[in-house]
């Protein structure tokens, strides 16, 4: 595999064809790319034709994954239900009456790039890239076409939460290299890299450097604790399992803890903090632990 990818395999004719009859958005733009034999007119036509039956495909499976979606979801908020969350945490008591949970900043988007083998400043700057284009969320990344992060790898995602708006994306020794729609082009680094946006947006400082991602690991770490029945008890991993999102002066830390409830009884629970960066200092604005808010 290593000797065709030096080889350029995907440039090649039969490369392409394969894609764009299993992976349109990624067939259309090797053809575009590495294809100078068609016409253009040919593959304007070539694109409509495999666009439409990829849509046709992607329709006709959405029931289905619905389906077990809906039924994985009322799974899951069974099996929380049982869940006696008194034994392990407490709640403010101004907190008591409200499960409200604050914004997301990136965290949910950089934990999932970094679940599929990117670097924390690799998930910074490909998260970046989607501020910019107007997709401040991007859910159920799935793999696409190709060899890899490390070579030439295509993604499918949810922008936004809606739905309706199939977004893909492909990256080349790790870097992003186009992003869109079906039907629009929204980055493409030969291109000039941002060609436009879904929306008129703030493109806000979501860069975190390694120094304030330690500290705000830390921090968080010891809030937590605060609202544990045993905090003595509690273990966080070091490296897995944690998420750092920035909007601007807005910061969410995302991670798990592992502690012992009243029985005695060891529990795996997950947490969310979110933090004020006031002139170097960080106020906390909110704690969730377990889908719970307790501060």
Do not use: C
């Not at 990818?5 to 995907?10: A, D, I, L, Q, R």
């Not at 670097?119 to 998260?127: D, F, H, N």
């Not at 500290?215 to 605060?226: A, D, I, M, R």
């Not at 490296?239 to 060891?266: C, L, P």
């Amino acid at each position: 595999m290593k000797d065709l990818f030096k080889k350029g395999f995907y440039k090649e004719t039969w490369f392409m064809w394969v894609m764009l009859l299993f992976f349109a958005p990624f067939g259309i733009f090797l053809m575009y790319k590495y294809n100078q034999k068609l016409p253009k007119k040919a593959k304007m036509v070539i694109s409509i034709v495999a666009v439409i039956f990829m849509i046709f495909i992607v329709t006709s499976n959405s029931e289905n994954l619905d389906s077990k979606t809906n039924n994985n979801n009322n799974k899951v908020e069974e099996k929380e239900s049982n869940k006696n969350d008194d034994n392990f945490f407490t709640v403010d008591k101004n907190q008591e009456n409200t499960n409200s949970i604050t914004a997301d900043y990136g965290t949910e988007t950089i934990t999932k790039l970094r679940e599929l083998g990117f670097t924390v400043q690799e998930a910074t700057s490909i998260y970046n890239i989607f501020i910019k284009i107007g997709i401040s969320k991007l859910s159920n990344v799935q793999l696409g076409a190709g060899t890899g992060i490390d070579n030439l790898q295509a993604f499918v995602g949810i922008a936004n939460n809606d739905k309706k708006k199939k977004f893909y994306f492909t990256v080349e020794k790790r870097n992003m290299i186009y992003a869109g729609f079906l039907d629009e082009t929204l980055f493409d680094i030969d291109k000039g890299g941002v060609l436009k946006s879904i929306n008129d947006v703030h493109i806000p400082k979501t860069d975190i450097d390694l120094d304030t991602y330690s500290k705000l690991q830390v921090l968080s770490q010891n809030l937590v604790k605060q609202y544990l029945k045993y905090p003595s008890t509690a273990k966080f991993p070091i490296y897995d399992g944690w998420g750092v999102g920035r909007r601007d002066n807005n910061y969410q830390v995302s991670g798990k803890v592992t502690a012992k409830n009243g029985f005695g009884v060891a529990s795996d629970m997950s947490f969310s903090v979110w933090l004020i960066n006031n002139n170097g200092n960080f106020d906390v604005e909110a704690i969730v632990i377990d889908d719970v808010r307790v501060k």
